[in-house]
Nanobody, 121 residues
Framework: QLVESGGGLVQAGGSLRLSCAAS????????MGWFRQAPGKEREFVSA????????YYADSVKGRFSISRDNAKNTVYLQMNNLKPGDTAAYYC????????????????WGQGTQVTVSS
């Protein structure tokens, strides 16, 4: 099970840090991804990180503003979001895939329930 937290309402230019905690299962060797979905839009890739933490991936729209990291001892993945824009408003989901770190949502095996991020202008 994956549980996201850290969402909320923030003004444009502000920051939030999302967390995704894994429980009830091993976290070992899981690549982890963050996706987001705005109303009326498809779920889109945001960022991903492999089990070892090296070689992270970002969507062009968030490069330079978002940073993904993980603490395997705590079974937790983070998404630091800086300089937030109204276009970042969406429900954010974390997902896991063992032995891989895909950027396609369809390839992930486990998903969290999502946390809402709303950026006001």
């Amino acid at each position: 099970q994956l549980v996201e937290s850290g969402g909320g309402l923030v003004q444009a230019g502000g920051s939030l840090r999302l967390s995704c905690a894994a429980s009830g299962r091993t976290f070992s060797y899981y690549g982890m991804g963050w996706f987001r979905q705005a109303p009326g839009k498809e779920r889109e890739f945001v960022s991903a990180i492999p089990w070892g933490g090296a070689g992270t991936y970002y969507a062009d729209s968030v490069k330079g503003r978002f940073s993904i990291s993980r603490d395997n001892a705590k079974n937790t993945v983070y998404l630091q979001m800086n300089n937030l824009k109204p276009g970042d408003t969406a429900a954010y989901y974390c997902a896991g895939k063992r032995f891989a770190v895909p950027t396609e949502a369809s390839r992930y095996d486990i998903w969290g329930q999502g946390t809402q991020v709303t950026v006001s202008s």
